[in-house]
Structures are given as structure tokens and as C-alpha cells.
Nanobody
């Protein structure tokens, strides 16, 4: 299984980004799929997740109201739309099953300037 995340970049505070993460070798179906992030010097933390089959969503309090998680079944891809970005959102963003079943991949770097 390989997870590839795209869409990060440098953005000013208040801006928006949309990330994508595609899985190859396995399908996301029947999993709870999540986005996670790791800031410099900190542990990886949960950002958002949803049940692939039922579409129920879960969001960390730190990002609630600013993000939307979605999917494309045909592309086996999960998306994360982040708005009103803050410098505290600076991190490498990853996707995985909620339990981290698969190899993490390199993630995508997001840097928010103040």
C-alpha cells in the first residue's frame, strides 16, 4: 500500500488550501479514513476523519468549522479543504486509516505565514 499526499504549500494566514491523498494497492472502502498532521518538534495529531462507507465525519476541535473532508470513490482519493488557515496549522499533513494501518508516506508540507 502506498499513500501519496498532494496540495500543500506556502500560504498567508487567512488563506485556503485543498489537499488530496490517494491510496494505491488498497482501497479506502470499509475503513475510517483520516487526516493527521505533525508540526516541527511535536507528535502527529488527528485532524479529521470520516467513514468511507457512511460518510460520517469527525473533526479535531482545533480545526472544526474551518475544514471539510471529502472523497472520490472512483479515484480512491480523500480530500481536505482548509480555510482561514493560521500559522498554528503549519505542519506536514498525512492521510491514513484512523488506526494507522498503512505505511504513512511522506505527507504534504503546509506552511502558513503570519
Amino acid at each position: 500500500v502506498q499513500l501519496q499526499a498532494f496540495g500543500g504549500g506556502l500560504v498567508q494566514a487567512g488563506g485556503s488550501l485543498r489537499f488530496s491523498c490517494a491510496a494505491s494497492g488498497r482501497t479506502f472502502s470499509n475503513y475510517i479514513v483520516g487526516w493527521f498532521r505533525q508540526a516541527p518538534g511535536k507528535e502527529r495529531e488527528f485532524v479529521a476523519a470520516f467513514t468511507w462507507s457512511g460518510g460520517r465525519t469527525y473533526y479535531a476541535d482545533s480545526v472544526k468549522g474551518r475544514i471539510t473532508i471529502s472523497r472520490d470513490n472512483a479515484k480512491n482519493t480523500v480530500y481536505l479543504q482548509m480555510n482561514s488557515l493560521e500559522p498554528e496549522d503549519t505542519a506536514v499533513y498525512y492521510c491514513n486509516t484512523i488506526a494507522g494501518h498503512w505505511p504513512w508516506g511522506k505527507g504534504t508540507q503546509v506552511t502558513v505565514s503570519s
